[in-house]
């Protein structure tokens, strides 16, 4: 039986929802995880240091009793983003980072920036204070393939930002592509990614499997099997450039079963065991703590937890479905199956 033991790991991209959702969903990363970075895109969003401290502070309530746990958060950008008001909740240690969503690119994503160059004054005060920008990597023209638009990110958003504000550091979230892993390669020290356990598992195919699989649905979407095979590669390469982030994102089944279903993966119940399984598959369970543990605190200038955590192989079941009390059940990623690593107990 092989094991690992790693400094307890953080996760740089979480979705914890709001109401009854939050409070069944939080345990399962405040457990396992460190610290955890909140994404902003709740109804309506958040996007000043007044209610981001407030959803701090809803979040802590969910956290179970005697758990040590760290939710770090983040501002949403709008084209009307203060970035006085931006400035001062990162100085006063409520905001770690601000959000880029795209107008229309994701979940309640229809308050984001409309145009790159609206936001041109708030990228500049991050910059001056030392504020990273977390970035949803996606071009939304109608006229833009699906399959297309982080690589239309990078070329028409992401490479200009760079190299307007040499300053300004970036985590381009949930990178999806070899061109994503390509940029971030090139910008190594000033950008960072993260990676989902799903986009290192599946590849495009996943989606329509015996039919049409709404749980395999994201945003950005599964890519061909060339990009996942980059992103594997990348992951379990140790390069201090790529960081642990599911970008779990819980939705009600009815909501994701639905003639317009919801776009995310809920990954949290899991989150471990299926990295666990690509570095084993890789033969790179060496290089998990640097991915897990390492190499995110060390971009955002942050200690690792001293903690460890151990994890073994042994055939478990995890996957169970979570309730919501009088809203529904949510189906977490391996729904139904065995999973093959488990955390010691005491560990």
Known sequence: MRSITIRRPDDWHVHFRDGAVLQQVVPFTARVFGRAIVMPNLTP???????????????????????????????????????????????????????????HATTNSQHGVTAIEKIYPVLEAMAEHGIPLLTHGEITRAEVDIF?????????????????FPGLKVVMEH???????????????RMGATITPQHLLYNRNAIFQGGLRPHMYC??????????????????????????????????????????????VFSAPVALQAYLKVFAEEGALDRFEAFASLNG?????????????????????????????SEGEIVPLFDGEMVDWAQARGA
């Open 219 to 264: 945003l950005p979407v599964l890519k061909r099997e060339e990009h996942r095979l980059a992103l594997r590669a990348a992951a379990t390469s140790g390069e201090a450039s790529f960081f642990l982030g599911t970008d779990t994102a819980p939705h009600l089944q009815h909501l994701k079963e639905a003639a317009c279903g919801c776009a995310g």
């Open 297 to 325: 605190p060390a971009f955002y200038g942050l200690p690792p937890n001293e903690e460890k955590v151990t994890f073994v192989e042994a055939s478990t079941f995890l996957a169970e479905r979570v309730r919501v009390e």
């Open 175 to 189: 990178i999806t592509t070899k061109q994503g892993v390509q940029v971030v390669r090139s910008y190594r020290g």
């Open 45 to 103: 969003p958040v996007t000043n240091a007044a209610t981001a401290a407030s959803y701090r502070d809803r979040i802590m309530s969910a956290v179970p009793t005697g758990v040590a746990f760290t939710p770090l958060m983040t501002c949403y950008l709008t084209d009307d983003t203060d970035p006085s008001d931006l400035v001062r909740g990162h100085a006063g240690g409520v905001f770690t980072a601000a959000k880029l969503y795209p107008a």
């Open 148 to 164: 297309d638009r982080e690589k239309g990110f990078i070329d028409e958003v992401l490479i200009p930002v760079m190299e307007r």
